[in-house]
């Protein structure tokens, strides 16, 4: 009687370990301008393993299902035994596990007392193996896998309301993933697969005032419980591109405007020099900060003079400081989106201020002196100011200026200017030496 007790309070401590072990809760919720909004939908991407799954209102947790041998989970070239899924579960679940070679392999399920219900043994080739477990008339059961001079045991509980099976348990051998590294475990929703170091993605949505749509894009690591809480702005996503990344590792959202994606942010790429000196055509992309301030290069983004943005080319949508996959804005594109907004096809055509409320709907809501813009297309335009050519900068909080790599009236590159309290959209052409904002769009 005192060895059956002393076996049950054992068994007892290494469920109550495992059990509590074996999720991960995400929990979302958003802001925006600094107030709670409910969530439309999230969408969850497996950045490492691949795949996806979605949340939608009211749901805003997501559980995710890992290994309870959290040591074991990256070492994907040792023998190893994955956390069965689901757990609990009714009638039966999967195990997967990995041998790194050749070897005989024996199987042993026990009971919650340590009683022997199972064993079955096999010889299997190298790689990802999965059989499905069959649950007899117990509750808890322990099923140790033993291979060479390694062995695991994994803890695994039925919610079977009756006994199935006339109460005996089984195991059946599904396959061999064709020597795999690793494993994937299984999230409740659709299938979606996560192990411990796996990139997630994680893009919000949102309905705002007026019924526009917001959207914002997080990436994360999890290795426990988290809350996440999203910053909706106005604009979405552009599917399948949430971000796109410099050459030195800045990270721009994107927003899709029409048929166009567009970056969010204004580029800040490159090496800042002196508002004095003269951007050259060398080995390093140059920017002029504000004030020769680098914070300003990080909240509004770099100024630049039009030949080092184009990289000193002048074809029309060239690449320049762009990053792979994206160009310089040219001047149809600049007419094409003031279009979709409400610019007639004339009114683009023409040049200084143009058009309605177009540039209201471009502005970003915050960072400009009134802060009353709707930013309605997501385009989040900041007000950077700009560099005047000769060793100095202006207007900052008041003009927004953007090069495209189109050129004019002799060899003038055409630009955009946004300022404050004015709805309309600005449309010249001036000298290569100013520097101004950069705004990239997709090829």
């Known amino acids: 009687m005192k060895t059956k007790i002393s076996l049950l309070v054992l068994a007892l401590g290494f469920l109550l370990s495992a059990f509590g072990q074996n999720t991960i809760e995400l929990t979302f919720t958003a802001e925006n301008n600094e107030q709670n909004v409910p969530l439309d939908s999230i969408l969850i991407e497996n950045l490492t393993q691949g795949g996806d799954t979605t949340l939608y209102a009211p749901d805003d947790v997501l559980v995710l299902y890992i290994s309870g041998i959290n040591d074991e989970l990256n070492t994907k070239n040792n023998f190893f035994v994955s956390q069965n899924y689901p757990n609990p579960f009714i009638d039966k679940t999967r195990i997967n596990f990995f041998v790194p070679e050749k070897e005989a392999i024996t199987i042993t399920v026990r009971d919650l007392l340590g009683r022997e219900l199972m064993q079955q043994q096999n010889i299997l080739n190298p790689g990802a193996h999965s059989f499905t477990f069959y649950s007899g008339s117990e509750k808890y ?28 348990c089984k195991i059946i051998y599904i396959e061999n993933t064709n020597h795999k590294k690793g494993f994937k475990f299984k999230n409740t929703k659709n299938d979606f697969v996560f192990h411990l170091g796996d990139k997630l993605q994680y893009i919000g949505y949102a309905t705002l005032l007026n019924d526009i749509t917001g959207s914002d ?13 999203f910053a909706i702005l106005n604009g979405i996503i552009c599917p399948g591109i949430p971000t796109v990344e410099d050459v030195d590792g800045n990270i721009y959202r994107t927003v899709l405007i029409g048929s166009q994606c567009w ?6 790429v490159g090496i800042m020099i002196n508002a004095t000196e003269e951007m050259t055509d060398n080995a390093s992309i140059e920017k002029y900060c504000y004030d020769d301030d680098p914070e300003n290069c990080n909240i509004y983004g770099g100024l630049y003079q039009w030949n080092e943005m184009m990289q000193y080319v002048t074809e029309e949508g060239v690449q320049g400081i762009c990053p792979d996959g994206w160009h ?7 007419k094409q989106l003031e279009m979709y907004l409400g610019m007639s096809q004339s009114e683009a055509d023409t040049t200084i201020w143009r058009g309605t409320d177009e540039g209201e709907k ?6 400009w002196y009134n802060g009353n813009s709707s930013n309605s297309s997501g385009f989040t335009a900041l007000p950077g100011g700009y560099h005047n050519g000769n060793g100095s900068t202006g207007h900052l909080s008041d003009f927004g200026m953007w090069w495209t790599s189109s050129e004019s009236y002799m060899s003038r590159p055409w630009y955009r200017n946004l300022r404050n309290n004015y709805e309309q959209v600005y449309r010249y052409y001036y000298d290569k030496r100013c520097g101004y904002s950069v705004r990239c769009i997709m090829d």
């Open 328 to 334: 310089v804005s040219t001047d149809d594109e600049w």
């Open 141 to 168: 059961y322990f099923l140790t896998i033993r291979g060479g001079k390694s062995s695991q045991t994994i803890k695994m509980l039925s919610a079977n309301s009756t006994p199935i099976n006339k109460g005996k």
């Open 263 to 268: 970056m969010k942010e204004n580029l800040k």
């Open 217 to 229: 894009v997080l990436i994360d690591t999890p290795q426990a419980n988290e809350n996440y809480q």
């Open 362 to 367: 471009l502005k970003s809501n915050n960072l």
